[in-house]
Every structure is written in C-alpha cells, then in structure tokens.
C-alpha cells in the first residue's frame, strides 16, 4: 500500500481496531465473569457494547475514516467514565487512551482536547461523588480537594504523553506532506517534459549500458515501424535489425 496522507492513517485505525478486537476479547470473559460475581452488571453491560462497536467499527469498512475514528476514541471515552464510577483505578487506562488514540488518528488539539475532557469528566465524577473508593489517594480524606490532586495529577501525565506521540505524529504527517508536493511537482515536470520530447521532428531516446532502450519519443517509436513505447523499451537495435531481415527475406521475390 502507497504511504501518503489519505490513507496512512486510516492503515492506523485499522491497526488499533485489530489490537482492541484481539485484546478485548482476551479481557472480556474474565472481566464480565468478575463483573457477575461482584453484581456489577453495568459494567457487563458497558464491556459487551464496547467490543460490539469496536468489532462493528472494523468490518464494516464503508463507514468514512473520521466517522470510525471519533467512534473509536469514543467508545474508549466511555469505558473510562463508566469504569471510574463503577470499578476504579482501570479507568485512567482508557482514558488515556482516549486522548491519546484522538492525538493519533485526529491530530495534536483534537487530543489535547480529549485530554481537557477527560481531566473535566474525573473533576464532575469528583464533585458529585460517584468515583469508586479506591481511587482516592491511601490516608487521604474521601472530599472534593483530594480528587481534585487525583485529577490534577492524572491531567499532567495524560497531557504529557498525549503531546509527545501528537508531536510525533503530526510531524511524521508535516513529513509526508512536503514528500507528496515534491513527488507531484516532479511527476508534473516529467509529463511536460515528455510532451516537449514527443513532439520534436528528430528521434531522441535513452539506452542503458547493454545498448537496450529505456524510453524513446514517438519519433524514434515511428522510425522502427512500432506504435507504443512498451513495444521498444528493453529492445537492441540488434533486435530490430533481425526482426526487418526476417521480413524481407520471408517476402515474396517481385518479378
């Protein structure tokens, strides 16, 4: 597959759609049997949905590459919130890979802001008390300004790491950006520069060092009596020397 900025990141997507289907799957049976046994039967619920659009999200290819993408990082903004409330620390998991999925398959401010969203969402957990008990820092009092170091201390790291691989990332795409303009202005001065060649009186052609022809202009493919430049291309004049004596002596002799 041809690397370029239309589809390098879609060959991306469809890489983590693959790593979550595999690995959901490892984790989904002993997590919904934990769940059952524990009667968290939301998080049954969350775990199955989740895996079922992931699953959706990878074979179904017709659905657009954006539409998937934010899909995906939303799938994993939701597992985060619902495990922070019903399960507890596993939750800072997928929400860094909220932000950070949305830094690789969206770019740097689209994860940025997915980092802001998710420091905000572990904030409004905080403030209304619905985050699990064992998110709180050990020896710390269960009230707002401890979770608020909590978030304070997720929202740096989450940041960090989110701007280092959108760093990363949007310069891998600034990269081929500049290699696809310098292909197409070279692929354009190729096409005028072959225009200019074929339309000279005078046969001009190129060989390679056994004397075979690499390309030649349709005044030299009309001189051998061919029609198409694929017709002499690896050719000798060796070649042609032979294919015209064979004619002549195969023709008729004239009375």
Same mark, same amino acid.
């Given at each position: 597959?041809?690397?370029?900025? %239309?589809?390098?990141?879609?060959?991306?997507? #469809?890489?983590?759609?693959?790593?979550?289907?595999?690995?959901?799957?490892?984790?989904? =049976?002993?997590?919904?049997?934990?769940?059952?046994?524990?009667?968290?039967?939301?998080?049954?619920? $969350?775990?199955?949905?989740?895996?079922?659009?992931?699953?959706?999200?990878?074979?179904?290819?017709?659905?657009?590459?954006?539409?998937?993408?934010? *899909?995906?990082?939303?799938?994993?903004?939701? &597992?985060?919130?619902?495990?922070?409330?019903?399960?507890?620390?596993?939750?800072? $998991?997928?929400?860094?890979?909220?932000?950070?999925?949305?830094?690789?398959?969206?770019?740097? +401010?689209?994860?940025?802001?997915?980092?802001?969203?998710?420091?905000?969402?572990? =904030?409004?957990?905080?403030? =209304?008390?619905?985050?699990?008990?064992?998110?709180?820092?050990?020896?710390?009092?269960?009230?707002?300004?401890?979770? =608020?170091?909590?978030?304070?201390?997720?929202?740096?790291?989450?940041?960090?790491?989110?701007?280092?691989?959108?760093?990363? $990332?949007?310069?891998?795409?600034?990269?081929?950006?500049?290699?696809?303009?310098?292909?197409?202005?070279?692929?354009?001065?190729?096409?005028?520069?072959?225009?200019?060649?074929?339309? &000279?009186?005078?046969?001009?052609?190129? #060989?390679?060092?056994?004397?075979?022809?690499?390309?030649?202009?349709?005044?030299?493919?009309?001189?051998?009596?061919?029609? +198409?430049?694929?017709?002499?291309?690896? #050719?000798?004049?060796?070649?042609?020397?032979? %294919?015209?004596?064979?004619?002549? %002596? *195969?023709?008729?002799?004239?009375?």
């Amino acid at each position: 597959m041809t690397i370029d900025s %239309d589809n390098w990141r879609d060959g991306l997507l #469809k890489v983590m759609l693959r790593v979550s289907v595999f690995l959901g799957a490892l984790v989904y =049976v002993p997590s919904v049997y934990v769940a059952i046994r524990a009667g968290l039967f939301e998080v049954v619920a $969350i775990d199955t949905i989740a895996l079922a659009l992931v699953v959706g999200l990878l074979v179904v290819p017709q659905i657009p590459y954006r539409v998937r993408a934010v *899909a995906l990082c939303a799938i994993y903004y939701a &597992l985060g919130a619902g495990l922070l409330i019903w399960v507890g620390s596993v939750s800072q $998991i997928y929400l860094f890979g909220f932000s950070i999925a949305a830094a690789m398959l969206l770019g740097l +401010r689209a994860g940025l802001i997915a980092a802001a969203v998710s420091s905000v969402t572990m =904030v409004v957990i905080g403030a =209304v008390g619905l985050m699990a008990p064992e998110m709180f820092l050990p020896n710390w009092s269960h009230d707002f300004p401890s979770w =608020v170091v909590v978030t304070l201390n997720f929202a740096l790291v989450n940041t960090l790491l989110t701007m280092a691989i959108g760093t990363v $990332i949007s310069a891998i795409n600034r990269a081929l950006q500049r290699e696809i303009a310098a292909r197409t202005s070279l692929d354009a001065e190729r096409k005028l520069l072959r225009t200019l060649l074929d339309t &000279l009186p005078d046969a001009v052609f190129t #060989k390679d060092m056994q004397g075979r022809y690499v390309n030649a202009n349709a005044a030299s493919i009309a001189l051998v009596g061919l029609e +198409r430049e694929e017709q002499m291309v690896g #050719k000798t004049d060796f070649d042609f020397f032979l %294919d015209r004596q064979s004619q002549l %002596d *195969a023709a008729p002799p004239q009375a």
